[in-house]
């Protein structure tokens, strides 16, 4: 009866992962109604009631809460264990999801596929962009890049760099208005300010200088973007000064778009980190992509230059 019963606990994974018989069913490469189907059969092999159903949701059972507990990690593990045999330790091999924060997936990371795929040709990376907290294990990430996710149960956040917040605006806009040369000058300034898309509130001007000073200056705001990227060209286009994390101010800063303000302050931030499921046999093409990342991070001196003040 076990054996007969295995070829359905793919879906009934899938489906719990993602609370979602579509979910499943995109995952799995399968219709819904495919997905389903093996869900039902499962639950009349076991002869319990996995999910409770109905036209807006689908949610686990006690008994359904149970067994997946008990069989997520270790048949995610089987399933990692046959894909290593199938590929072959030394050469990983299939297509490896990726969310990524957009500005900083596309100004530092979309450089480094060429040399990824140089080196592993039969891996095809299949990267989102995503200016969101991405749920990596129900929506079927193998890696996610960026800052502040979560760390939920069976998920690993490696640090790949300190980020550091500057201030910054565009050589037009200090035309206009002499360069504050304190914190208490930044009343006198139009702000580009922040909203945070987490919690909805405005991100306030927190800053530290190299002594340990801290203060909270206050500045006119002129706009309020939810998008460190549109923040950056707004400041560009003169509209103000604004607070970057310092991933999205750099190629502005090196082109001579923007330039720093007090250039002695800065705010933090999380750090960049690399996320993965915690398992303890990692995928092969998720240990390659992982390595490779850390190792170019490093290389490049991006670490460095993300921390910089």
């Not at 000073?213 to 549109?230: I, T």
């Not at 003169?238 to 101010?249: E, N, V």
Request: charged share 20%; with cysteine; aromatic share 6%.
């Amino acid at each position: 009866m076990q054996s007969e019963l295995a070829p359905y606990l793919d879906a009934f994974v899938a489906a719990a992962d993602g609370n979602s018989f579509s979910a499943a069913a995109r995952r799995l490469g399968l219709t819904p109604a495919a997905v389903s189907k093996s869900v039902a059969r499962l639950e009349a092999g076991l002869g319990v009631r996995l999910f409770q159903r109905n036209t807006r949701s689908l949610s686990l059972t006690g008994e359904g809460e149970r067994l997946y507990r008990q069989v997520r990690t270790a048949w995610g593990e089987i399933g990692d264990a046959l894909t290593e045999v199938r590929q072959g330790a030394g050469r990983p091999a299939g297509t490896l999801k990726v969310s990524l924060a957009p500005a900083v997936g596309r100004h530092y990371f979309v450089p480094l596929l060429h040399g990824f795929t140089q080196r592993y040709p039969d891996i095809v990376p299949d990267l989102r962009f995503e200016n969101r907290q991405v749920d990596l294990v129900g929506e079927g990430y193998d890696v996610a890049i960026g800052g502040g996710i979560a760390l939920t149960e069976g998920l690993v956040a490696r640090e790949l760099a300190r980020v550091r917040v500057v201030l910054a605006a565009s050589p037009d806009y200090l035309a206009r208005h002499p360069a504050p040369a304190t914190p208490d000058d930044l009343a006198r300034h139009h702000g580009v300010l922040r909203r945070s898309i987490g919690s909805g509130r405005l991100v306030p001007w927190v800053l530290r200088d190299g002594d340990g000073c801290e203060v909270v200056a206050s500045v006119r705001p002129v706009a309020v973007l939810d998008d460190p990227e549109a923040m950056a060209s707004a400041a560009a286009c003169g509209l103000g000064i604004a607070m970057l994390p310092l991933p999205h101010a750099l190629p502005l800063l090196d082109s001579g778009q923007l330039v720093r303000v007090l250039p002695g302050w800065y705010a933090e931030t999380g750090p960049l980190s690399i996320y993965y499921a915690s398992r303890r046999l990692m995928p092969a093409t998720v240990r390659a992509f992982v390595d490779y990342v850390v190792d170019e991070v490093r290389e490049r001196g991006l670490g460095v230059r993300f921390a910089e003040v």
